[in-house]
């Protein structure tokens, strides 16, 4: 276990941003964590468990302890003929995982190659790309109660997936559960999930034929239009997509399309489903700045840090697109990103 004080968390946030937290604790497992919790708990102040941070923004100094987690470690848990149960620790690299699974033949996971973060973060974010969620493949997230130390596993049905969300985000809860693993059930036999127009779009220009296309091919392709479209955290600050898409009433939908006719928009479970960087670009904020933070030229979805911005600077910027946005639209567009 390593413990730092007044740490900098400028190389464990993507965004980049330079914020200081009071201290800083790295352990590698499960029982370094339980000796940690009761101490944390007693001294009353503020603590959090973060992954990679990239999903995080840093508004400010951070008055409290920041855990992050090494916990490592991949293992079948169950091998079936058809399926395989993989479990993975909460620290380990997602895209690494990712690549580990393909490299052992074990299919699911290939559209959410190279998101950025941690396995632990996976089951909380419910990360999501190309047609793909996590919760798609998730059968269980092993978490200690912080409150009491004691293990507690959820099964996918009891972690209230849904769109870039899960239990783990809810009031009440945020919080009280560190995932320690999450177990995937993989499938032996590729299958690939080809539903996204984008993606299809992309296969049909590399004249892929779709009866002969591998699971290593289709990572691939991801992860060439992935470092096409959004930026590499190494070279420049982001979190990825900074807003939700909107999902509005079908009346809503109904009023803009009368004047917006070109307006892409999806089917959603409770209404409609938009495109927030595609209102934040007919805004005209893509390729954009406001001091060093600034809106990314190929993706107006994504906010970035062109070097030196802080935290405020970020959410200066984000208030402006949204005020903007509803403005122009009468739509509330709300961050993916969390803010600290
Ligand atoms: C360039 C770029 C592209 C991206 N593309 C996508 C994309 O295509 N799809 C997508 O869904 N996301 C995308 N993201 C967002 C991000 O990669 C995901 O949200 C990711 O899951 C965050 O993982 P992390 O380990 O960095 O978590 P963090 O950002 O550190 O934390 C996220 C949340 O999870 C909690 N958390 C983290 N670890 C644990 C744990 N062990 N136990 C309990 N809670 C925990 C934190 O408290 C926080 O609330 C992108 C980000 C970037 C920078």
Known sequence: M??????????????????????????????????????????????????GGSNLLFTTDYPGTILHSVISGIE?????????????????????????????????????????????????????AYGSEAADSIQSV????????????????????????????????????????????????????????GLLRELERRSVKMDELTADELRQIIIEVRKAKLPEPAEIGSAGSFFMNPIVPQETFDKLQA?????????????????????????????KRLGPAGVYALQALVLVNHGGATGADIVRLSETIQRDVFNKFGIQLHPEAIFI
Not at 79 to 99: K, M, R
Not at 156 to 179: L, M, N, P, Q, T
Not at 264 to 283: F, R, T
């Open 259 to 287: 004047l917006y006719p070109n307006m892409p928009h999806y089917p959603a479970l409770a209404g409609v489903k938009l495109s927030a960087g595609w209102l934040i670009d007919q805004c005209g904020w893509k390729g």
């Open 2 to 51: 390593l413990t730092y004080e007044h740490f900098n968390l400028q190389q464990h946030n993507t965004f980049g941003i330079s914020a200081h937290c009071k201290r800083f604790i790295e352990y590698s497992n499960t029982e370094e964590l339980r000796q940690i919790l009761p101490t944390l708990i007693a001294s009353n102040e503020p603590w959090m468990q973060i992954g």
């Open 76 to 128: 079948v848990a169950e091998d079936g003929e058809e399926d395989v149960l993989v479990t993975a620790g909460a620290g380990i690299c997602w895209d690494n995982f990712v690549e580990w699974t393909l490299r052992h033949g074990y299919y699911g996971l290939e559209n959410l190659s190279y998101i950025p973060g941690e396995v632990g973060a996976s089951a909380v974010q419910n990360i999501g």
């Open 142 to 197: 092993t978490t200690i109660d912080s409150t009491d130390g004691s293990t507690k596993t959820f099964q996918r049905d009891e972690c209230h997936y849904a769109y870039r969300h899960s239990i783990f985000k809810e009031e009440g809860v945020r919080g009280r559960y560190i995932i320690t693993h999450v177990t995937y059930r993989l499938r032996r036999t590729f299958r690939p999930v080809l539903v996204y127009a």
